[in-house]
């Protein structure tokens, strides 16, 4: 069964720094670009950051540019979104996503929450 789960997601501060993960399970992740989203409440899913499969480059919303940094580890099939610098505004549930041509995939998301 091909899976993507998220981990990670919490309640932090302000100010705050959390590291979600995206682990693949019943396939590899290697030729796979990488996404992450985020849904606020009444708000329309966000494409904040994604990593390619082929070089490695990136790209980052305007919202997160600066503060957030994706990154793959092929080795443990897993790939990660550092937060830094949170606020409030960063409040959402945060979900991968696995593309390769037609196929795609999503996990289930985590809840990002930022209050103080």
């Known amino acids: 069964q091909f899976k993507l789960v998220e981990s990670g997601g919490a309640l932090v501060q302000p100010g705050g720094s959390l590291r979600l993960s995206c682990a693949a399970s019943?396939?590899?992740?290697?030729?796979?670009?990488i996404g992450w989203f985020r849904q606020a409440p009444g708000k329309e899913r966000e494409d904040i950051s994604c990593?390619?499969?082929?070089?490695?480059?990136?790209y980052y919303a305007d919202s997160v540019k600066g503060r957030f940094t994706i990154s793959r580890d092929d080795a443990k099939n897993t790939v990660y979104l550092q937060m830094n610098s949170l606020n409030t505004e960063d409040t959402a549930v945060y979900y991968c996503?696995?593309?390769?041509?037609?196929?795609?995939?999503w996990g289930q998301g985590t809840q990002v929450t930022v209050s103080s």
């Open positions: 019943g396939f590899t992740l290697d030729y796979y670009a």
């Open positions: 996503n696995a593309q390769l041509n037609t196929l795609n995939y």
């Open positions: 990593i390619s499969s082929s070089d490695g480059s990136t």
